[in-house]
Nanobody, 113 residues
Framework: VHLVESGGGLVQPGGSLRLSCKAS????????MDWYRQAPGKKRELVAS???????KYADFVKGRFTTSSDWPRRTVYLQMDGLQPADTAVYYC????????WGQGTQVTVSS
């Protein structure tokens, strides 16, 4: 199982980024996929989830700003992040449970002027 994130970078406050997580080696249609983030000196925290039925859940601190979606044929999930703030600066990870916890390598998001 491999999860590969991409799309991170440096953005100014108020800006947007779209993260991608491409999955391989699993039955993409039966798993839920999660986005976590970890800021320096802080614990990793759940940001958003999307179930195999397309149901989405969000942490309160991103509701109304972030949107997660999936593309089954491409085995890819996305995290659209709008209205980014410096507090959103973190490494963002893709995660799923498939024969155990599976994590991507992470992608850095930095929000700074």
């Amino acid at each position: 199982v491999h999860l590969v994130e991409s799309g991170g970078g440096l953005v100014q406050p108020g800006g947007s980024l779209r993260l991608s997580c491409k999955a391989s080696g699993l039955n993409f249609k039966i798993v839920s996929m999660d986005w976590y983030r970890q800021a320096p000196g802080k614990k990793r925290e759940l940001v958003a989830s999307i179930g195999s039925d397309g149901t989405t859940k969000y942490a309160d601190f991103v509701k109304g700003r972030f949107t997660t979606s999936s593309d089954w044929p491409r085995r890819t999930v996305y995290l659209q992040m709008d209205g980014l703030q410096p507090a959103d600066t973190a490494v963002y990870y893709c995660h799923t449970c498939y024969g155990g916890a599976r994590w991507g390598q992470g992608t850095q998001v930095t929000v700074s002027s």
